[in-house]
């Protein structure tokens, strides 16, 4: 049979030799490898002060955006709902008023919008089911602890789209006609600031 | 015994006890750290500068623990257990040669607790009664995996000692003294006896491994097999105890070892350079230590390397291989006396 891979190996049962049977060759062998490690760089990261940097694809806590003019997107339509294999998203419909144009794209929104972020399995198929391009999981903040479960259950007030900021930078995700992943080039040149450092 | 000299003799052994209780304190987290080391990680370094005070924040969680005694536990032996090892572990030192002398204001104070004429034997005594302590804790806790652990404890000791001794015999009969000073003064006008007994090092390297109870002879405490070993039911500081009595005896048998086979506080040209004697004396507990910290990074360095034996293994490494090893070894070494002289 053709080897695939290159990496079989014959394997034989030959007797070992007396330095094979000694073990202090190969013992001394390990030493000098574990000695090595001893002196080589340490790939430990220290967490609270130096944050490991994500990969573009890392799928995060959720964020609802907004648009442009800073409407939510968001127009309660249940999709992502229904495509949750966790079952983990719940919302309240609600029909604009007329003086709340300037708060929600469509003329239907959410008035409650809850994710319980126990049973979510962070899949992303919410994202992908959106056709408003409402949900993403980009914001890269590690799901906080907390001693109730109850707090697990976010809602608007922790799931929207922060206000732009000064400099348009925005908490979880800057704006869509933008690259959404945030701060890409950054995650980048960070990697590449590792490798060269390694 | 005039009183000065007991004052002395008080502060001496005031002053080993501190310092091997200090270096078993800072060997835990020189284990950790050189651990993180081997593999690539940093280790230990939130509690002080490098983590330097986290062998206090550790002795301070021990002491605070609960104190858990089972109730089917023989109480008396379940303290006991413990504290005999901890004593046992603290009582080698007193022969243990730490320098020549030293003279302040015109006497001599020899760096030496006991100098007694049978050094060697004393240590392997108290060494061999060192495994009540975990036989009788293993016992006291009424546990399977903390008896299985005595056993194995009881076992691999008597085994290994039986070899230990028998590679000793062989220095025995080239220094021809069993007192460890005058082994060290032997190396210091000869050679180093690690060049006399390469086999014989060996020999008392892996028994030394084996004795206490270090990896990869580290059956007795294996977590895979038997929770926590002999000190499974142990808590809070009777547990602090028995892991503390191990790092003191892997200081302890570091100063054998040094002392045996690398010269004690001897060292290279220690004479030639006309240096005043209590010069020497610092000197030489200078390499003393230097030696000793090299055997507790050996045995850390073997303990991150090497996987655990099989317990048949372990036995046949101790019954077939070292101790017919040590004979040959003793008789050669015999041979070679009778016709070099």
Known sequence: ?198 | MELAEILVKFTLIALIFSVSLLIAMYSTYAERKFASFFQDRIGPDRAGPWGMFQPLADGGKLFFKEEIIPTQANTFLFILGPSLAMLTACMTSAVIPWGTFITVFDTKVSLQVADINIGILYVFGVVSMGVYGMMIGGWASNNKFALLGAIRAASQNISYEIAMGLSIIAVVMLTGSLSLSDMAVWQGNHLWMVVCQPLGFLIFLICAFAETNRAPFDLPECETELVGGYHTEYSSMKLGFFLFAEYINMFISSAIIATLYFGGYTFPFMNDFGMSQNMISILGIVFLFAKIFFFIFLFMWVRWTIPRFRYDQLMKLGWQVLIPLAIINIIFTGIVIMFVG
């Open chain 1, 1 to 198: 049979m053709q080897s695939l891979s290159n990496r079989s190996k014959q394997v034989t049962d030959k007797s070992m030799t007396f330095s094979e049977r000694i073990y202090l060759p190969a013992i001394l062998k390990g030493m000098t490898v574990t000695i090595k490690h001893f002196f080589m760089k340490k790939v430990t990261i220290k967490y609270p002060e130096i944050k490991k940097m994500f990969s573009k694809t890392y799928r995060g806590l959720h964020v609802l955006k907004k648009d442009e003019q800073g409407r939510e997107r968001c127009t309660a339509c249940g999709l992502c709902a229904l495509s949750c294999p966790a079952e983990a998203i719940t919302m309240t419909a609600e029909e604009r008023k007329p003086d709340e144009k300037h708060l929600y794209r469509e003329e239907k929104y959410a008035s409650v919008y809850e994710i319980n972020m126990l049973r979510c399995i962070y899949c992303g198929l919410c994202e992908e089911a959106c056709p408003k391009q409402a949900i993403y999981l980009t914001n890269e903040e590690i799901t906080p602890a907390d001693f109730d479960r109850g707090n697990f259950i976010y809602g608007k007030d922790k799931l929207v789209e922060k206000v732009h900021g000064p400099n348009g930078k925005v908490r979880g995700g800057g704006p869509l006609n933008q690259d959404y992943y945030h701060g890409n080039a950054q995650i980048n040149s960070a990697y590449q600031n590792l490798e060269l450092s390694k």
